[in-house]
């Protein structure tokens, strides 16, 4: 009896560290909000220890906010504390983005430590901190159509490759079909804007060649097969090209079943986004291409469509949840019809439509 009644006073006593609250808002955001894989991983990456080793890599991790904060009680955690942490990660060379998120990271885990139901602190010592001014975006730099096209024409002739010369008949036909397939998903990509977990999660019971349309219900967290981003799914209409390509695929003659993947290896299994992010930058390479990330194949599609559609309907194709995302698409581009606008107010005969890319940043 005196036993429990000493375990049941210590634990009356006990507070709660930062590190303890940690494990229990990561717990509840993993099973109860049921968060993307992809993003309990960024999360759990802020919150791990100092001197965890990294999966891939001699690096460990540098744990800030662990090695400062999770021996204290969190209840005891000040605002004056917190910011101290904060300016600390500015002096060491960190992003105004990556401050930020150590900041975005501590006010979330306490104002769950803030709830009725947790530890009912009285208040969030991180709200009341000061949130990093980031610097605005890069200007968007993508490719054009001929340069996508020079992309395809390379990966099609195997120049995508880091492998030594084949050997054998079967061997050869086997690259020759992958190389093909690489120059597809890379137009794919170009064509439609997907994003690329939504392409190599992307089966064929989801293809419509006959109305064309995709159905977009697909993709990858962390290697895990999710819902796209957003939770929402979404139609896409197929251009002419991103048709004929898939069509393309169609006819290779295996993995062609509703449940096969559209992009599959040569066992039918999905494709593997970081070697086919190597492929595509070898790719590049070998066109003569100026560096741009694969993802810079979604902004193409973005910022072309926006050339001649109207901000609604850049949205929905590239199925962002709000315009102000898709603005930045649509201020990238000056529409022929603006320029030929702003000549007749100034009383001049509109000169002849450009063609080509606009002047943008490279890189």
Not at 17 to 34: C, D, I, K, P, S
Not at 199 to 204: D, H, K, V, Y
Not at 239 to 252: D, V
């Amino acid at each position: 009896m005196i036993a429990r009644a000493q375990v049941a006073r210590e634990e009356a006593e006990h507070k709660v560290t930062v590190r303890e609250l940690a494990a229990q808002w990561l717990e509840w955001v993993t099973e109860v909000r049921g968060a993307k894989p992809s993003t309990v991983q960024d999360y759990t990456y802020l919150l791990r220890e100092p001197g965890v080793a990294y999966r891939r890599g001699s690096r460990t991790s540098a744990g800030r906010i662990m090695r400062t904060l999770g021996d204290r009680p969190a209840e005891e955690v000040t605002t004056a504390e917190v910011s101290r942490f904060l300016r600390g990660l500015d002096r060491d060379g960190l992003s105004a983005r990556n401050v930020n998120k150590h900041r975005q990271v501590l006010v979330a885990l306490f104002t769950y430590g803030c709830r009725a139901d947790t530890l009912e602190l009285a208040m969030n010592p991180a709200a009341g901190t000061d949130k990093r001014r980031e610097a605005a975006p890069a200007a968007l730099d993508y490719y054009e159509v001929e340069e996508v096209e020079a992309l395809a024409r390379a990966c099609e002739a195997g120049q995508q490759r880091n492998a030594p010369p084949a050997i054998g008949e079967a061997e050869q036909a086997a690259r020759a079909r992958e190389d093909h397939q690489d120059a597809e998903a890379f137009r794919l990509l170009f064509y439609t804007g997907l994003r690329l977990g939504e392409i190599i999660t992307l089966r064929w019971e989801d293809v419509d060649l006959g109305d064309r349309l995709l159905l977009v219900r697909r993709g990858l967290s962390a290697g895990e097969e999710s819902t796209p981003k957003g939770r929402r799914h979404r139609f896409v209409p197929l251009s002419t090209p991103a048709a004929a390509a898939l069509a393309r695929l169609s006819a290779r003659g295996e993995f062609t079943g509703t449940d096969d993947y559209v992009l599959a290896n040569r066992f039918g299994r999905r494709l593997d986004d970081s070697a086919l992010r190597q492929r595509y930058k070898r790719g590049c390479q070998a066109a003569g291409l100026r560096p741009v990330k694969l993802h810079g194949l979604r902004h193409s599609a973005g910022s072309l469509i926006a050339r001649t559609n109207d901000p609604v309907f850049v949205r929905d194709f590239l199925g962002h949840a709000k315009l102000s995302t898709t603005d930045r698409y649509v201020s990238a581009e000056l529409r022929p019809e603006e320029l030929e606008r702003l000549d007749r107010a100034f009383g001049i005969e509109p000169a002849p439509r450009p063609s080509g890319r606009s002047s943008r940043a490279a890189g």
